[in-house]
C-alpha cells in the first residue's frame, strides 16, 4: 500500500473541528487507499516539503513566497460562514469589547499583534488594510509576534495588545460555537478578501484524483461536512494567490513595507 504523510493542522479550535477533519481526512485516506505516516516529529514547514506529502494544508502567503515550484496546489475550500464564501476569506481586525476607539485610523501609534511575519490574514492582510493610514512608514508605535491567531485574541482580552488580524474562519468557527476565546472582543473593521488556504500535495502527485477523493469523502459524511462548514474543495491553482502578492506591493506602495 502506498504511504504518505497527511495532516490538516490549520483550523484545530474547537476540539469538534480538529475531530472532524481528522474523520475526513482518514475516509480520505481510505478512498485514495494509502497508509497515513506518522508526523509527529516533523515541522510544519518540513511537512509541506516533504518528499513523501500527500495531503496537508498551508497558508496562501508562504506558498507564493517560500513554495512556489516546490508544490502542487490541490484545490482550496469553499466555506458557508458568515466571513467566508466563493472559496475566498479575510481577516477580521479586533479589539477589546471596552475600547473606546472605533476607527481604524485611531489605533495609528498603538500595539499591534501579529500571529507570525508570513501568514496572510494575520500580517499579509491586515498590512494591505492599514497601509492607507500608515505614517512615516509605520502604523503601530509596537508589534508583538504572538505565535497564532488564538493567542492574538487572548493577548487582546489580557490587554496585552490593542489591535490583531484574526482569521475570519478561525473567528467563525469559535464565535459559531460561542468560545470564550471570541467574548469581549470586537470586530473594528474587514480586510480584502483572498483565496482561502490552500491544501497542496508534492510535486508529481495526482493532484486533481486527491481533490476528487476530497469531495467524495465530505459527500459520504454530512455531519462531517456540516461541521468543517465546507461545501466542496473547489479546484484551485497556484496563480489565484497572486493577488496576495498585488496585497502586498499596493502596501509597499503607500509606504508600508512592513511592520
Given at each position: 500500500?502506498?504511504?504518505?504523510?497527511?495532516?490538516?493542522?490549520?483550523y484545530?479550535?474547537?476540539p469538534?473541528?480538529?475531530?472532524?477533519q481528522e474523520?475526513?481526512?482518514?475516509r480520505?485516506?481510505?478512498?485514495?487507499g494509502?497508509?497515513r505516516?506518522?508526523?509527529?516529529?516533523?515541522?510544519?514547514?518540513?511537512?509541506?516539503?516533504?518528499p513523501?506529502?500527500?495531503?496537508?494544508?498551508?497558508?496562501?502567503?508562504?506558498?507564493?513566497?517560500?513554495?512556489?515550484?516546490?508544490?502542487?496546489?490541490?484545490?482550496?475550500?469553499?466555506?458557508?460562514l458568515?466571513?467566508?464564501?466563493?472559496?475566498n476569506?479575510?481577516?477580521?481586525?479586533i479589539?477589546?469589547?471596552?475600547?473606546?476607539?472605533?476607527?481604524?485610523?485611531?489605533?495609528?501609534?498603538s500595539?499591534?499583534?501579529?500571529?507570525?511575519?508570513?501568514?496572510?490574514?494575520?500580517?499579509?492582510?491586515?498590512?494591505?488594510?492599514?497601509?492607507?493610514?500608515q505614517?512615516?512608514?509605520?502604523?503601530f508605535?509596537?508589534?508583538t509576534?504572538?505565535?497564532?491567531?488564538?493567542?492574538?485574541?487572548?493577548a487582546i482580552?489580557?490587554?496585552?495588545?490593542?489591535?490583531?488580524?484574526?482569521d475570519?474562519?478561525?473567528?467563525?468557527?469559535?464565535?459559531?460555537?460561542?468560545?470564550?476565546e471570541?467574548?469581549?472582543?470586537?470586530?473594528?473593521?474587514?480586510?480584502?478578501e483572498g483565496?482561502?488556504?490552500?491544501?497542496?500535495?508534492?510535486?508529481g502527485?495526482?493532484?486533481d484524483?486527491?481533490?476528487?477523493?476530497?469531495?467524495?469523502?465530505?459527500?459520504?459524511?454530512?455531519?462531517?461536512?456540516?461541521?468543517l462548514?465546507?461545501s466542496?474543495?473547489?479546484?484551485?491553482?497556484?496563480?489565484?494567490?497572486q493577488?496576495?502578492?498585488?496585497?502586498?506591493?499596493?502596501?509597499?506602495?503607500?509606504?508600508?513595507?512592513?511592520?
Open positions: 500500500m502506498p504511504q504518505g504523510f497527511a495532516e490538516l493542522l490549520m484545530v479550535a474547537p469538534r473541528i480538529r475531530q472532524a474523520q475526513w481526512l482518514s480520505v485516506l481510505d478512498i485514495l494509502v497508509q505516516l506518522d508526523a509527529q516529529d516533523l515541522e510544519l514547514k518540513a511537512l509541506w516539503l516533504s513523501q506529502l500527500l495531503l496537508t494544508q498551508t497558508c496562501g502567503y508562504p506558498l507564493m513566497t517560500e513554495l512556489q515550484g516546490k508544490v502542487q496546489v490541490v484545490g482550496r475550500p469553499v466555506y458557508q458568515p466571513h467566508s464564501a466563493n472559496g476569506h479575510c481577516s477580521l481586525l479589539a477589546r469589547e471596552d475600547d473606546l476607539r472605533r476607527a481604524l485610523v485611531e489605533f495609528r501609534g500595539h499591534g499583534l501579529l500571529n507570525s511575519r508570513d501568514s496572510n490574514s494575520g500580517m499579509n492582510l491586515f498590512r494591505h488594510a492599514l497601509a492607507p493610514l505614517q512615516n512608514g509605520a502604523f508605535a509596537d508589534v509576534l504572538t505565535g497564532g491567531h488564538r493567542s492574538s485574541l487572548a482580552k489580557a490587554g496585552d495588545g490593542d489591535l490583531a488580524a484574526i475570519s474562519v478561525t473567528f467563525d468557527y469559535l464565535a459559531r460555537d460561542g468560545s470564550e471570541v467574548a469581549g472582543v470586537k470586530v473594528i473593521a474587514r480586510t480584502a483565496p482561502c488556504l490552500p491544501y497542496i500535495t508534492r510535486l502527485a495526482g493532484a484524483v486527491i481533490r476528487e477523493a476530497m469531495n467524495q469523502a465530505l459527500t459520504e459524511l454530512p455531519d462531517v461536512a456540516h461541521v462548514a465546507i466542496e474543495v473547489m479546484s484551485a491553482s497556484v496563480e489565484d494567490y493577488v496576495l502578492l498585488d496585497y502586498r506591493q499596493q502596501a509597499v506602495s503607500q509606504g508600508l513595507a512592513s511592520f
